[in-house]
Structures are given as structure tokens and as C-alpha cells.
């Protein structure tokens, strides 16, 4: 690497900054490239080692550069911002991407497959469908709250609830159901299902990934995790994993571990640094609030390790270090190729 010129590119929609650096650290060219003239340019380039931050279409481009021969690394942003000297700008942004990635310590972001894309395409859109469902479901209680229209929490009980009010089964509700209201009240219940159908078709896809995936297979035999989850990790983390040291590298990398504050030979932990994935994240939490759910009184060595934890702290800090648990066990599985052993879940400290 060391004998091969650096292209650095600070990557846009349109419009791109672009330095070359030769193997002895000179700047041979910093400069704004048009988008439609970028391939052009690393076409005619000798194999180099191109470095760009992780950010929109970093993958797309890490692919196309792959494929012409070179050596490509990703670096997450909060990784370059050390680096920019003086004033922000695309050329010294450029520089900054150049001087992260010649680090001996740092740690880059593996590229994504066209797998991988589309596995993660299909849970953003899936994110989407339920995060507006849930904003309709928001606005439609707080309207029919002014009515005294009141339903018990929940997706389906609001759905009973409007299609109740369609019905005209109204009486026992309120005595200011107007017609006016009915019609909205329509259209929501017709949104709603529409929004429930376009969810279980998602559903339905992600299960039809899992089953053909060896590595969604290999992550769902671990309590807590489920085609979703396994999907997730999968798409996020599949190909990366090996790039992790240890499965604590890969807990840290996806927040699970105490922000720390220390100086002068003082160390201070605080909350979780809640860095990487957040969708990956709250899948891992909401999976290990599953588990503690469902613990009744299992003996096993891992539920008896819980047991332990639930008594010396409070339970949503258990979940959390059950969350961090889990990763590990994951980093396992996608790193190493190994099967859950459950007998030996309980040894992995935290």
C-alpha cells in the first residue's frame, strides 16, 4: 500500500473532491470532479488505494472501484474529523480523509455486497412503513381525544376501535361523533390497513431472506434473536465482522458499552455510548428484554447468570448487558463460523 498513490475523495451528489497523493505523501492533485466525470478519472488511474468516508453511496462506489482494481477503504466520518486542519472545507476534507486512512490504529468499514444492500434496503423501507404507522396512530388518537373518543394502547386495539366507530357501534364512545369525524375516520382505518399489509409483505420477504441464509440461520439458534434481528446483522455487520478483534470490539462499535470520561488517573463510565447502528442496537435491546421476559425459572447457567444480574442491578441495565452479551456471541457466530452453544454462553464476561 505504502508504494501506492492515494486517491482521496470527499464524496457528494453531484460534485466531488478529489486528491491524489503519491506514495511519499505529496499532494499531486486536489480538485472538484463532476459525478459524471469521476469514473473517468480512477479509470485512467493506476491501481491505487482509494479511501472515502462511510456515508451515502459510499458502497455503491467502494463496488464500481472494486471491480476496476483497486484497493478500497471506508472510513466512518467521526473517524476524519480529527484530521481536518484549519478551515472546512472539500479540499482539506479531502486531505483529512487521506490522513485518517494512512493511521496504523484505524479501523475501517467494510463495503457492502449487493446482498447485503438489498437486505438492508428492505428494512429501512420496512422502518419507514412502521415509523408512519405509528405517527398515524399518534394523530389519530390525539384528534379523537378532543371528541372524548378514548381506545386502549396499541396498534390493533385502535383499529378494532375505528372500524367500531364505522359500524356505527358509536354509542357507548361519545356523544360528539359527528360525521365529519367518520370520514376521517374512514380514511384512517383504510391507511391503517393498508400500511398493515404493506409491513406483513415486508415481513414475509425478510423471513424468505432467513431462510436462505446460512449465516440468519446460524444467529437466530441464539434466544433473543429472530428473522429480523438476524437480517439486520446480517446486512450491518455480515462481512465486517471479521474486521473486529473480539467480540467486545464489536459490542463498542455498536454502542453497547459505557461512554467514558477519565483524566488524571480518574475513570468515570457513564450511560452506553449509543454509537453505530441505532436500528441494530434497539433490535439487540428489545431481544434481550425478550429474554429477560420470558425467564420464569429456567436453571441453565446463562439463565442463572441473568438471575444474578437482575438482583445487582436494575433491569434496564440488565437488558443492556445482556444486549452486549449477545453481540459478542453474535461477533462469534459471524466471525468465526461457530454455531450458539448455549452451555457456553454464560462464559462470555462482559
Known sequence: ?????????????????VAIINHKGKILSNK??????????????PRSFI???????????GRKFQL??????????QHVKPFVKSNKNDANDAIAIYEASHRPNMKFVSIKTLEQQD???????RQRLIDTRTRLVSHARGILAEYGLIFKVGVTNLRNGLASLINDENESYSDETTEGLLL???????ELVSLDIAIEKKNLTIKAIARNSEQAKRLMQLEGIGVITATAMVASLGTQATEFKNGREMAAYLGLTPKQFSSGGKSKLSGISKRGDAYLRTLLVNGATSVIQALGTKTDPKSQWIHQ???RMHKSKARVALANKMARIC?????KGERYKPELASAIAI
Open 1 to 17: 500500500m505504502k508504494k501506492l498513490n492515494t486517491i482521496s475523495i470527499d464524496l457528494a451528489k453531484s460534485v466531488f473532491q
Open 32 to 45: 472538484k470532479i463532476a459525478r459524471k466525470k469521476l469514473m473517468e478519472l480512477i479509470v485512467n488511474q
Open 51 to 61: 479511501a472515502m468516508e462511510s456515508c451515502g453511496s459510499s458502497n455503491y462506489w
Open 68 to 77: 476496476l482494481g483497486h484497493e478500497v477503504k471506508l472510513i466512518s466520518a
Open 119 to 125: 437486505i438492508q434496503s428492505i428494512h429501512r423501507s
Open 184 to 190: 376521517l375516520v374512514q380514511d384512517w382505518y383504510d
Open 309 to 311: 444480574l437482575l438482583c
Open 331 to 335: 461477533w462469534v457466530i459471524l466471525a
